[in-house]
């Protein structure tokens, strides 16, 4: 089983993730710009965050045989505080860049005025840099919200199949399914959707436009549930093609639109051991000699 999480958080992860992730099959990831869990107070610490996500971060997974990339985006909670606003001044500088494959996690939160110009607005970012878009879907009112979702995003213009429409569940899905846009699943221990709904929703509305991720951070997550997703469809009677096809050709399709995907050679995962970014490496201590 090979695997393409186009939703997980790495940067909150730890190393032993990182190898449990590889000898599970993950080979490519997305990681989404997201929120620390406490207010960023300048837009100088946006831009170390930025700077991490397309430099450490990718070094990191590559030292565990995993391609990294990220989205960029000024993330719908912090869209409230008017202490981080100008980021989006800075975000051309980081859509520019390799490895950068999508403007997300952009969206809704609370449903706020200030959410939807920051929406709006990186929609149109996401034209100008002819980059799809990963959108974000409320955890509170989340009908409505989706349904705003898209109607920004049929008013920005947007081809509906750029757009990877996130967190959805059992209510929401039909709101997207007819539209084009791509549907996004996250699979959680205890809350939003888990394995075996997910199954459900596949036999009841197909392969098509849908993504699987763990959306693992630093809070209560599993960064397994991808593969334990591939396990609860052979279970159910699927192939290991149809598997293929959820859990790698359909975000390869989507995320290829951005002609940036760094996918791997799948080989042995740790080919230098001691090898450095800016001078510093993931191992800790000296290392016997012999």
Known sequence: MRIFDPHIHMTSRTTNDYEAMYAAGVRALVEPAFWL??????????????????GWERFRASQFGIAHHCTIALNPKEANDPRCLDVLDVLPRYLAKDGVVAVGEVGFDSMTTAEEKAFSRQLALAAEFELPVLVHT?????????????DLVEESGIPPGHVLV?????????????????????IYPDTKMDEHRMVRILQDRGLDRVLVNS???WGRSDPLKTAKTGAAMLDAGYTDADV??????NPVEFFGQSGRLLLPDDGDAHTDAGATYEGNSILRGARPEG
Not at 37 to 54: A, H, I, K, M, N
Not at 169 to 175: D, F, K
Not at 244 to 249: A, E, M, N, T
């Open 138 to 150: 409320p955890h509170r009112d989340k009908e409505a919200g989706t349904q705003r979702t898209l």
């Open 166 to 186: 996130d967190h959805l569940n059992e209510v929401t899905v039909g709101l997207v399914a007819d539209t084009g846009c791509w549907m996004g699943f996250s």
């Open 37 to 54: 869990g406490q207010p960023r107070t300048s837009v100088e610490s946006f831009c170390d965050y930025f700077d991490g996500l397309v």
């Open 244 to 249: 293929d096809r959820v859990l790698w050709q």
């Open 215 to 217: 959306a693992a951070d």
